[in-house]
């Protein structure tokens, strides 16, 4: 991400020179795929929020150096990861969204989303636990039970991936 105190912004293994350019090619893909997310054929209804960490909690979380980078540099560096990854889970809610999977979606940011409070049915929450970050899904009538929603392979190419991860979220908010 930096070589000789310049710092480069990689995103999908190309380089940019300013976070402003990496995130527009991310939000650039992400609305590609979004344009591509249809409506699922057997919505499940009610109401669900997408509880999505703040960037001051990606920040503390999942943004980690090696070497000794500058404490400028490591500022800089530090926003564009969790922004990207602020970003990244935005578009998951807002693909969740598309799906129309629920009937009505709600967005909220919280710097403590294991614990987020919430009013709707369901709670879609992502946070780290067990050292990676994942996603979950609550419901109000019993909040300590948390859902994993699993993952999907990278090995997939993008667009499959995420398709079969809203597949999953389906899979979990179907489940007892």
Known sequence: MSCAGKIIYNY???SY???????????????????RVTPT???????????????????????????????????RMSHYVAT????????????????????????????????????EEV???YFKKDGIGQWFLKRKKDTSKLINIEGTSTALPPLQRMILWLDNVEKAARSR
């Open 12 to 14: 999908n293994n190309i």
């Open 17 to 35: 020179e300013s976070p402003e350019l990496a995130l527009a090619a991310q939000q650039a893909e992400y609305n590609e795929f979004l344009s």
């Open 41 to 75: 054929k057997t919505p499940i209804g009610g109401s669900a929020t997408i509880v999505v960490p703040t960037i001051d909690y990606n920040e503390k979380n999942f943004v980690f150096f090696t070497g000794e980078p500058s404490e400028e540099m490591k500022k």
């Open 84 to 119: 990207r990854l602020f970003n990244g889970n935005r578009y998951e809610g807002e693909a969740i969204e598309k799906r129309r999977i629920f009937d009505k979606v709600s967005f909220i940011t919280s710097d403590n989303p294991e614990n987020a409070l919430f009013n």
């Open 123 to 125: 709670a879609l929450l």
